[in-house]
């Protein structure tokens, strides 16, 4: 089992940047990746980055290509999520996840084994 914990959501205003993060426990030797994904009010979740343990290759959605930045510390079990010009868009509850032996590629949701209990981000416009 992975046990995953997010922090650092909260209220930003439209351009402005937040950092969040999701700490692993348990058996993260296991997981292949680690990934972000999002869900507004009212509509499915989707992904938003994923990257590799082994070698920190990353993959993004459209939406936030250029904007947001995945990274992880393998020593501290802990993978990051950098937001820089934030939009009212992009108002969601956040979810990190971590998938056995699927792919940072993985868009879906079903491909991802474990995941945290999200944490708010809100873009004032």
């Known amino acids: 089992q992975v046990q995953l914990v997010e922090s650092g959501g909260g209220l930003v205003q439209a351009g402005g940047s937040l950092r969040l993060s999701c700490a692993a426990a348990g058996r993260t030797f296991s997981s292949a990746a680690m990934g972000w994904f999002r869900q507004a009010p009212g509509k499915e979740r989707e992904f938003v980055a994923g990257i590799r343990w082994i070698g920190g290759a990353a993959n993004y959605a459209d939406s936030v290509k250029g904007r947001f930045t995945i990274s992880r510390d393998n020593a501290k079990n802990t993978v990051y999520l950098q937001m820089s010009s934030l939009k009212a868009e992009d108002t969601a509850v956040y979810y990190c996840?971590?998938?056995?032996?699927?792919?940072?590629?993985?868009?879906?949701?079903?491909?991802?084994?474990?995941w945290g209990q999200g944490t708010q981000v809100t873009v004032s416009s």
């Open positions: 996840a971590a998938t056995r032996s699927g792919s940072y590629l993985s868009t879906g949701v079903t491909r991802w084994d474990y």
